[in-house]
């Protein structure tokens, strides 16, 4: 039922940024007056799911859910119709048209992604807001996985800043030392600043953490029980509701996820937990599966903080929405940088459409839903525009040239380089869904 809700998402989110893509190239077409034969939602070698012409366009669903394109008149694309490029060109074929109107044709789809990206983020903004957790309100501090406490961290610390500059949401503390190269994190550790750096080697090792599905550090809060696993030990026990969870076996360990990576350890072991309920001390023995986890589902983290919420108006939802659209325009260039630095092993976590489906929660969630269509747009939008043949980059880069010198590229040349970058583009879906396999076998 999760694989089902998960690619139901996926599905739906790749179709639409599909229609908004196309649409750009085909409105663009459209005003330059470009003949568009084919517009398709996915592919259809051999046949179609459905399909009508209206006026010269004929418009369809094909059966291969990886995509979607529109055929344009007189332009060497994926279809690769050589014979029709072979007969002297027409007014309406896309070869016909100036430099100019070449170049917006081509630009058009991942303007339209960007476009709408931008509108998402309003629209999200406007009907739900914005909540983050400023950094001043984690008052507990921070758990610290294995990286953090090899560079000197502790579970507790409270961070003040980083490279001695303020950070206003919690989450930006990851971002900032990744893609900004904060070169030192200050915290309050008992009420004395400390002053910790960051290791040169820390980008590879945080991402090899995340392809490991490991943490680096985690918003520490208290232990409460909220309910339990039917049957599980912690219900067994006589634990109930409500239930403070200090530690076990003598040892405190008072926040969630200070007890649940200690418990891990014992998985398999009998142990005694201890338990504040009212005021008072209890101890409730219990052997440990081997899963480590003893079925305790704690009550939220956020119902302890204080976040802080933003609402806006149409108006307002509009700018704001832009500005996070480019933050995340921004965001996804470092990424790939990163990608295409071999020192940072970032390559090893590229992904297909697994790990892309994966983004999506396991439960429908519209909120979600819009966010992860709107940063899949932008991503659609950045990937298009790399200057690689059978790209739009790799014909927008081809036009730049013929603009610049006044020299078009020809028709010969435009049919190998568009093979070349067929090629490309096959080798690194094989590459990125093949990571996914390996993951499935690797677990």
């Known amino acids: 039922m999760v694989f089902l809700v998960k690619a139901a998402q996926l599905i739906l989110s790749l179709s639409i940024l599909v229609i908004i893509h196309e649409f750009g190239h085909f409105i663009f077409a459209r005003i330059f007056k ?6 398709y939602l996915f592919f259809d070698p051999w046949f179609s799911l459905f399909k009508f012409k209206r006026g010269e366009t004929e418009y369809g669903v094909g059966w291969i859910p ?15 119709d050589k014979e029709a490029m072979k007969q002297e060109p027409k007014p309406w074929e896309f070869r016909s048209k100036p430099s100019g109107q070449r170049l917006l044709i081509m630009l058009g789809g991942v303007l339209f992604n960007v476009l709408f990206a931008f509108l998402i983020y309003s629209m999200v903004l406007m009907a739900w807001g914005e909540k983050y957790l400023p950094l001043e309100e984690a008052k507990y501090g921070i758990v610290c996985d294995s990286l953090a406490l090899d560079m000197g961290l502790q579970h507790g610390d409270k961070i003040l800043t980083l490279a001695h500059q303020t950070i206003e949401d919690f989450d930006d503390l990851i971002p900032q030392i990744v893609y900004k190269g904060a070169q030192s994190i200050q915290v309050d550790r008992q009420g004395e600043k400390i002053d910790i750096p960051v290791p040169d080697n820390f980008v590879a090792e945080y991402l090899q953490l995340m392809r490991e599905k490991k943490g680096f550090i985690y918003i520490a809060f208290p232990f409460v029980a909220e309910r339990f696993e039917k049957g599980s030990p912690a219900e067994q026990s006589g634990m109930k509701p409500g239930d403070l969870l200090m530690g076990f076996n003598g040892s405190e360990y008072p926040y969630f996820y200070l007890f649940a990576m200690e418990l891990q350890k014992h998985a398999g072991d009998s142990v005694n937990v201890l338990v504040e309920r009212e005021g008072q001390q209890l101890s409730f023995p219990m052997l440990v599966p ?13 119902s302890f903080f204080n976040l ?4 806006y108006s149409f108006f307002q939802s509009i700018p704001a929405g832009v500005s996070k659209g480019v933050k995340m325009i921004s965001s996804y260039l470092k990424d790939l940088k990163l990608i295409f630095s071999p020192e940072t092993k970032a390559y090893k976590s590229v992904g297909g459409f697994i790990a892309i489906g994966n983004i999506f929660p396991s439960s429908w969630n519209w909120l979600t839903f819009w966010n992860m269509t709107a940063f899949l747009s932008i991503m659609l939008a950045v990937v298009n525009i790399l200057p690689i043949p059978a790209l739009d980059g790799g014909h927008v880069l081809f036009l730049l040239f013929e603009i610049i010198t006044g020299r078009k590229p020809g028709e010969k040349f435009m049919e190998v380089a568009q093979i070349i970058g067929m090629l490309v583009l096959l080798s690194l879906v094989i590459y990125a869904n ?4 390996l993951k499935l076998f690797t677990k």
Request: a neutral charge; glycine letters at 14%; zero cysteines.
């Open 434 to 437: 093949g990571n996914d396999i």
């Open 290 to 302: 081997e899963t480590g986890k003893i079925g305790v589902y704690p009550v939220a983290a956020l």
């Open 308 to 311: 802080k919420e933003i609402r």
């Open 66 to 80: 990886l995509g979607g394109y529109v055929k344009i008149s007189g332009m060497i694309d994926e279809s690769m």
């Open 34 to 39: 470009t003949r568009v034969e084919k517009f």
